[in-house]
């Protein structure tokens, strides 16, 4: 199974930015959808974007003109760019691969294989 490693979280002032990575231990260009998520303390984890293997890419309504999900095939990268963070951006964010082959959601029971995560904590 493919590893999964989330990195690149930290702690920023509102309006900032940051570039979370997901290395994957094997090819991610096999994988129909790939997915990164959060999940804030006492509050169930959701889907904040994913991209599908042709690069067509959805995102949650909340963070739709300021997050970009992208994919670097050749260094088995999963990329979440942050712009614009809202302290209702924090959580722990993770990335994890779709569970079917032939469809992407934004239903997170439709992924497995989770990283560990990264904290995203944003300040006002």
């Known amino acids: 199974q493919v590893q999964l490693v989330e990195s690149g979280g930290g702690s920023v002032q509102a309006g900032g930015s940051l570039r979370l990575s997901c290395a994957a231990s094997g090819r991610i260009s096999i994988f129909y959808c790939m997915g990164w998520f959060r999940q804030a303390p006492g509050q169930e984890r959701e889907v904040v974007a994913y991209i599908t293997d042709r690069g067509t890419t959805r995102y949650t309504e909340s963070v739709k003109g300021r997050f970009t999900i992208s994919k670097d095939n050749p260094k088995n990268t999963l990329v979440l760019q942050m712009n614009s963070l809202k302290p209702e951006d924090t959580a722990m964010y993770y990335c994890?691969?779709?569970?079917?082959?032939?469809?992407?959601?934004?239903?997170?029971?439709?992924?497995?294989?989770w990283g560990q995560g990264t904290q995203v904590a944003v300040s006002s």
């Open positions: 994890a691969q779709g569970t079917y082959d032939d469809k992407c959601s934004l239903n997170v029971h439709d992924y497995n294989n």
